[in-house]
């Protein structure tokens, strides 16, 4: 697969391409979408998607540009969100069967999710990870495991798996993880990805 995993611009170099209008916003969130068609299956990065939520906030984005108006640091970068972190518009799981997903429609947005959306960032949805989010992927269990998309029979590493696997495969140009023993350096280091961790 790694002849296949699409060449997308860096985060840095995809916000200068938008406001030099040299790529669209929607092309941007397009690529994204059209390599998550292609690869998710083998590669299972997200537990869910918001597709047509962010084809919309693309063509907003679009339309501040064509007006000349200023943009937000983030505006029109798609993004992976770790499926820990809660946004009101699809299921919080933690990768678990004992919480109820519908907990993240009460509490609405996870601050660290409202602050990236409010800088721009286009949500392409929530990621995989481990169980609540430690340990090793449970095969048993019906969620995605997830693998890095240079060989699908690895795994991605834990805890922040398919935050790490999907920007390695270009189905989002950054992605937030957690890291408490190294849950974002490990995904980071089996995807070849480079991570920040506050």
């Known amino acids: 697969m790694s002849t ?14 938008l406001r030099n209008r040299e790529v669209s916003a929607v092309e941007l969130v397009e690529q994204a979408i059209a390599c998550a068609d292609r690869h998710d299956s083998e590669v299972g990065v997200f537990l869910s998607r918001f ?11 679009d339309a501040k540009i064509a007006a000349g108006e200023p943009l937000s640091p983030l505006d029109g970068i798609p993004l992976g969100i770790k499926d820990i972190l809660a946004h009101p518009h ?14 993240a429609g009460t509490v609405g947005y996870r601050v660290a999710v409202h602050r990236l959306e409010a800088a721009g960032g286009i949500v392409m949805g929530k990621t995989t990870t481990m169980e609540f989010p430690i340990g090793i992927p449970d095969p048993d269990k019906p969620f ?3 693998r890095t998309p240079w060989d699908p029979q690895c795994w991605a ?21 957690t890291d408490t023993a190294g849950s974002i350096r490990i995904p980071a280091a089996f995807n070849g990805i480079t991570c920040g961790v506050r």
């Open 51 to 61: 597709d047509d939520r962010a084809r919309e906030q693309a063509e907003r984005v």
């Open 4 to 17: 296949e995993v699409p060449a997308m611009h860096s985060l840095t170099d995809a916000a200068a391409a």
């Open 157 to 177: 590493g834990g805890s922040s798996s398919g935050s790490g696997s999907g920007v390695a495969a270009g189905m989002f140009l950054g992605a937030v993880g």
């Open 90 to 103: 699809g299921p919080t799981t933690a990768q678990s069967l004992v919480l109820d997903p519908a907990w």
């Open 144 to 146: 995605p495991v997830p």
